[in-house]
């Protein structure tokens, strides 16, 4: 599903230029729960920023699905991320001004669904994660595990073909971070690729593989 051939990633701040990913390749398979672990600052994020082509690596090659992404001109990998990838963030990153049906619908829309397919699509997949009793609140009404739980359903409600999940339960207490990485489990059982950063280990026994990043390499991997 996506090879990450010989990434290297490269931040410049003036004259000084920090080497963040150093010829990493990594190779994961349709399907697959992958997370990715590792101390403050070894890449992690980074990496699956780099993965999710929400940047663009300073060499290397990212092949998702037989297409090689960085060689795909800017409108290109944005019409590809939108129709292909989703994403979940540690800040749920929701429009506060929007209700959780709204904020789901968004995304749709820009894909040129018209507005009753769009809003049939974020019902169901609302009611797939059990929030259809939420559908007409607002960001400030929900509780931080409910809100994550929008943002995974506004993230799969396209049906990609990669889930990219970055610190999902950073910001959560334990019950909302165990119901979330529930929702994880359901949909990996129902054959969704996801790649997620953490730094919680009692969460990758939900998950195939684990990969360990230091200093910007993959140091380890772990089967579960």
Same mark, same amino acid.
């Given at each position: ?80 991320? +939108?129709? *292909?990838? $989703? ?8 429009? =506060? %001004?929007? #209700?959780?049906?709204? !904020? ?82 359901? +949909?990996? *059982?129902? $054959? ?8 919680? =280990? %009692?969460? #990758?026994?939900?998950? !195939? ?16």
């Amino acid at each position: 599903m996506i090879k990450a051939q010989h990434i290297v990633k490269t931040f410049k701040n003036g004259s000084v230029e920090t080497r963040v990913l150093k010829d990493v390749s990594l190779q994961i398979e349709q399907g697959e729960f992958i997370a990715i672990m590792g101390k403050s600052g070894a890449g992690k994020s980074t990496f699956m920023y780099q993965l999710g082509l929400l940047d663009h690596p300073t060499s290397g090659d990212i092949i998702i699905d037989d297409i090689n992404a960085t060689s795909l001109n800017h409108d290109d990998r944005t019409r590809f991320r +939108l129709e *292909n990838l $989703g994403y979940i963030f540690q800040d749920y990153a929701l429009v =506060p %001004e929007l #209700t959780a049906i709204e !904020n789901v619908i968004v995304p749709l829309l820009m894909q040129g669904k018209s507005d009753d397919e769009a809003t049939e699509i974020a019902r169901a997949s609302l009611a797939q994660i059990g929030l259809s009793h939420r559908e007409n609140n607002l960001p400030s009404q929900m509780s931080g595990g409910e809100q994550q739980r929008v943002s995974i359903a506004r993230a799969v409600a396209h049906k990609p073909k990669i889930l990219f999940a970055d610190e999902p339960t950073a910001n959560l207490d334990n019950v909302s971070s165990e119901s979330v990485m529930d929702v994880f489990r359901d +949909l990996h *059982n129902q $054959g969704q690729t996801i790649i997620m950063v953490t730094h919680e =280990p %009692e969460y #990758t026994r939900y998950c !195939n593989r684990v990969i360990y990043l230091s200093d910007g390499q993959i140091v380890d991997e772990k089967k579960i």
